[in-house]
């Protein structure tokens, strides 16, 4: 099986699609972007892709979910991926000689109370990764990045504080994505995209009592436009219940009926890391 997953080395996405396919024989294909992976898969180059699209912090990654829909692809798993940020430096630096952090600019803020308390400068890079990397290159002891445990391994740095980030309930939600939509049997959650037959007041209230009246709880509800005209928006809903349950194919017949588009983005189950 060959997988594409977000670069550069000793990023959170290569840490994640490293561990979920750990059992298997695979083949990797590093992107430079989100777009790159899932173009990917619709390309065909690769079987499977893993990208993030919810931060607990930082919230949706719209690139994501845009980019699922455009190329008309399919999810069947998610992963939930511990976010620890930890100060990293070349061997031997200590944390007094640390004059300027280097991190990309959401882990930059969530660790401000951390660079404050040791008075450096930051500079921004464009991972987590890259500025791992570029303290490695760099060679000197006042300059230290915020990144992850596999960063420090992949680079050969050491980790001079762990867990630096203000808000320790830090994760980071990925996708398991798929060029020929599946069916998964028993899954425990479904992704659906829903365009309204018509913007009027109370519309989305409507569609969330067809969940409701079905007993179906949803765990995510984002809204996106629809890129056709201002003011238009369709719903990505996430359930907990898999698109082969009994009430899952009501829920959808009753909101065809109403005239609304209904598509099914993914069935799956979640695995944390």
């Known amino acids: 099986m060959k997988v594409a997953y977000l670069g550069p080395k000793g ?16 083949e990797w294909l590093m992107c430079e972007s989100i ?8 390309e065909k180059k690769v079987d499977k892709g893993i990208v993030p699209i919810e931060n607990s912090i930082e919230g949706t990654i719209n690139i994501t979910i845009d980019g699922l829909l455009r190329n008309n692809l399919f999810i069947d798993g998610e992963v939930i991926l511990p976010v620890a940020l930890h100060l990293l430096s070349v061997k031997g630096a200590e944390i007094n000689q640390i004059k300027e952090v280097w991190s990309i600019p959401p882990a930059l803020a969530q660790c401000r109370d951390y660079i404050q308390s040791l008075r450096a400068s930051s500079r921004h890079f464009s991972s987590t990764a890259a500025a791992a990397k570029a303290v490695k290159d760099e060679g000197e002891k006042e300059f230290g990045a915020i990144a992850s445990e596999w960063s420090a391994q992949a680079f050969g740095l050491q980790i001079i504080k762990k867990n630096i980030q203000d808000y320790t309930e830090n994760h980071t939600r990925f996708v398991i994505v798929t060029n020929t939509p599946e069916t998964i049997t028993h899954s425990n959650k479904a992704m659906l995209v829903i365009t309204p037959f018509e913007e009027r007041p109370g519309v989305l209230v409507t569609i969330l009592n067809v969940f409701s009246s079905l007993s179906i709880n949803l765990s995510w509800i984002e809204s996106r436009p629809t890129k056709k005209k201002l003011g238009e928006y369709r719903f990505f809903v996430e359930t907990q219940k898999g698109v082969d349950d009994p009430d899952m194919l009501r829920a959808k017949t009753i909101l065809e009926t109403y005239g609304h588009d209904v598509q099914i983005l993914g069935s799956y189950n979640t695995t944390s890391l």
């Not at 990023?11 to 699609?17: N, Q, R």
């Not at 777009?35 to 619709?42: M, P, R, W």
Request: hydrophobic share 45%; no cysteine.
């Open 11 to 26: 990023t959170f996405s290569e840490e994640a699609a490293f561990r979920y396919f750990s059992s298997n024989e695979m």
């Open 35 to 42: 777009i790159d992976v899932l173009e990917a898969i619709k």
